[in-house]
């Protein structure tokens, strides 16, 4: 049994290169999985499942069609494609799981997370975040005309560039203290999530237990995942 976990593919119609990586990647080694997780961001930005542009529908179809190939698909918000909703699910045939999802890997606990709510020293982004995931706040921003919705996202997105500008490193990262509050609560002795685009395996010591956390790599180079199985968990970079 493997698993396999990407996330923050970013995809986009402006970078068609990468796009083919990932539709290699569905037809080739994703099919080995036993399962595939996409922990969030697949997309650049997610105006609404009615943003039916030729690339979107590009995925929407490679993701569907590896889903009906038998292999349980899997779909975690991120911070750039939390609009993705129930038509998006359906007509890709995937399961949404919450932040944070606990999983069973060969009998290895397994908390799977985007990575955002780890950032605990954003005070601005974490305010941000509350607001935007808010039901009434989304339902109400998702009557507005696909036109404008875009609007306001890509002046969302020309703001949050500036931002990350002024940003410290430290404060882009996860907070330590954050991570290990939520390996205790879980009592996890393992972690995967994406988000801050520092690819590497990081190992906490929790109240006397050693558990480790795999932050997933972003396909802006390079296409990467991590696959789990019964040996533990190694990266591959496509
Ligand atoms: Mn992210």
């Known amino acids: 049994m ?42 650049e930005y997610w105006a609404g499942d009615d943003d039916h542009t030729p690339f979107n ?9 590896y889903s009906q190939g038998g292999t349980p698909l899997y779909f975690m918000h991120g911070n ?10 359906a007509s890709t045939g995937a399961t949404l799981l919450n932040d944070p999802a606990l999983i069973d890997i060969e009998g290895l606990p397994t908390l799977l997370l985007h990575g955002d709510t780890l950032c605990t020293d954003d005070i601005k982004y974490l305010a941000f975040r509350k607001k935007v ?5 989304q339902q109400q921003f998702l009557a507005q005309t696909l036109a404008s919705r875009k609007q306001i996202i890509a002046g969302l997105r020309a703001e949050n560039v ?30 995967i ?16 237990t050693r558990c480790e956390r795999w932050v997933l790599g972003d396909w802006y180079a390079a296409g990467s995942y991590l696959l789990c199985d019964a040996a533990g ?3 591959v970079t496509l």
């Open 2 to 43: 493997a698993s396999i976990f990407i996330s923050d593919l970013h995809l986009c119609a402006t970078r068609p290169l990468i796009a083919g990586v990932f539709f290699d990647f569905l037809r080739g080694d994703a099919r080995q999985a036993d399962g595939l997780y996409i922990l969030g961001d697949l997309f």
């Open 57 to 65: 529908q590009q995925v929407t179809t490679a993701l569907r069609e």
């Open 80 to 89: 750039r494609d939390f609009l993705i909703g129930a038509d998006f699910l």
């Open 133 to 137: 995931r808010d039901p009434i706040y």
């Open 162 to 191: 500036e931002e990350k500008q002024q940003k410290s490193e430290a404060i882009m990262d996860v907070a330590p203290r954050a991570v290990e509050a939520v390996m205790r609560e879980y009592g996890c002795s393992r972690m």
């Open 193 to 208: 999530h994406g988000h801050t685009h520092r690819p590497a395996l990081h190992h906490h010591q929790v109240d006397g």
């Open 233 to 235: 968990c190694r990266s």
